[in-house]
């Protein structure tokens, strides 16, 4: 049913604009999809990693500079994905290329310190306003350093989760991440659900899952389990529900809560940091953590983690008393990329731009939302941003898996056929922008937008 003042959605137009918009895509990638049959004979689905088998089907990218990548068919897109939000500083930017290319002439790895990550981690220091830092090479890696590290200096097992979220792959978070609706039990009190076959209950059990936005169920849980929670782990900012923003006082009142029962909180900033500010949440929010899990963009392109934290805790590291260790961690490439990222490219003046990058697709994306009455509204933060098709407001997974998934499926399909490439599975997903994005790249993706309003209810 249409909310007052907006039109309803008329679902059998979607799906035969769905149907017109694949068929126009696949004659786009030919190239791509005769390519995957030869790939699939020796990389398992002709992808590396299974959500780059998202539908229609597989794009292979053959390169990228500045705001635009390129496909095997030789399409040019304007890139919103920017490889799950990792490129804010754009492809190939002058100054990371320099200097990879200057640390790769000097010796790729050593297994060794370098002087590059002590910059970084000072650099960290400083907008997460955490002390102490230690590197890895994965969003996952840096969470699941997070919990074992909540674990020992609590010398307690359970760790609180958000139901919607997703950590990384590793056993101890990948629970309740897109819960199956037949399993997921009631909002109040959500059923922890292991995401993958593979995932043995034990670690299942050690995890008890809330609703986002919600302090009451945070605390219905300290009460229930007592003196066993090590801590909770929450994205400050949901970011694969479109974006979900915290409600005032929920990070604060997290915090409390946690430090209030003997627990620790850690915010994955995985998608958050130094892409909604410079500091992530930590600056957007105001409300500093024990732990900050950080990947993605402060790595410029190269894989990365990071975990910085406390004294209380990160000192456990710094001391011995807690191993955390990886063959590549600090590796000098990486390093390299990511002092280049943080301290020439993602500058105070990066940072404005971005800002300008999205009010230019948040006020674009709003005004065609007012003048076409879609039942949608816009969020926007930094260098991320969605449209949520929804005319109430989304404060957790739960609302937002109630959003039926064809309308955005449809408007990321629309954008790619017209030269905009937003992330895959676009349901839970954002856009991303990067400081070579131009006036021009933000109209382009609101005119599809446009476009696409305009067939919807035409
Ligand atoms: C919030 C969040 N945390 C952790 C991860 C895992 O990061 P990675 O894929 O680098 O292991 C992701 C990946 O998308 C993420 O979005």
Redesign the pocket.
């Known amino acids: 049913m249409a909310v007052r003042g907006t039109v309803e959605l008329d679902f059998e137009l979607v799906d035969q604009l769905i149907e017109r918009e694949e068929r126009a895509l696949a004659e786009k990638h030919g190239r791509s999809m005769a390519y995957r049959a030869e790939a699939s004979r020796h990389l398992a689905g002709g992808v590396s990693s299974s959500w780059q088998a998202a539908p229609p089907h597989v794009v292979y990218v053959t390169h990228g500079r500045g705001s635009k990548i390129y496909d095997l068919d030789g399409n040019e897109y304007v890139d919103y994905h920017l490889g ?1 939000g990792v490129m804010v500083v754009g492809h190939a930017h002058p100054k990371v290329v320099e200097a990879v290319q200057r640390r790769v002439a000097l010796g790729s790895h050593f297994a060794q310190p370098t002087e590059e990550a002590t910059a970084v981690a000072e650099e960290l220091a400083r907008r997460f306003r955490l002390p102490l830092w230690r590197f890895g090479n ?4 840096a ?1 699941l350093d997070a919990v074992r590290l909540m674990r020992a200096a609590t010398g307690r097992d359970l760790v609180i989760k958000v139901e919607g ?5 590793h056993d101890s978070l990948m629970v309740s991440v897109v819960p199956d609706p037949e399993l997921n039990g009631p909002r109040e009190r959500p059923v922890s659900v292991p995401q993958t076959r593979g995932l043995p209950q034990a670690f299942v059990d050690l995890v008890r899952v809330v609703p986002f936005n919600d302090l009451q169920a945070v605390e219905r849980v300290f009460a229930e389990e007592e003196g066993r929670v090590a801590g909770m782990i929450v ?1 400050p900012a949901m ?2 529900c479109g974006v979900i923003l915290p409600e005032p006082g929920y990070l604060q009142g997290l915090k409390d809560l946690c430090h209030r029962h003997g627990a620790l909180l850690a915010f ?1 900033e ?2 958050t940091g130094a892409t909604i500010a410079a500091g992530g949440a930590v600056e957007a929010f105001g409300v500093v953590p024990d732990l900050v ?1 950080l ?2 963009a402060i790595g410029g392109g190269l894989p990365v ?1 990071a975990i910085g934290g406390t004294e209380e805790t990160m000192g456990l590291v710094a001391r011995g008393e807690i191993d955390q260790q990886g063959t590549f961690n600090g590796n000098p490439l990486t390093m390299a990329a990511a002092r280049a990222t943080l301290l020439e490219v993602l500058t105070p003046e990066a940072y404005r731009r971005l800002d300008e990058i999205n009010a230019i697709l948040v006020e674009g994306c709003r005004a065609v939302i007012e003048r076409y009455r879609l039942p949608a509204y816009v969020v926007g933060l930094g260098a991320k941003g969605s449209v949520i098709y929804s005319s109430t407001p989304v404060r957790e997974f739960r609302d937002a898996v109630a959003i039926d998934e064809r309308i955005s499926y449809l408007a990321w399909l629309w954008q790619q056929r017209r030269g905009v490439f937003k992330s895959p599975w676009a349901k839970y997903e954002t856009w991303t922008t990067s400081v070579a994005h131009s006036d021009e790249d933000a109209r382009r993706y609101v005119e599809n937008f446009e476009e696409l309003a305009a067939a919807l209810t035409s």
């Open positions: 799950y994965s969003g996952t890696e969470t979220t997703y950590h990384g792959h994205e970011m694969n994955d995985v998608k899990c990947a993605k983690g």
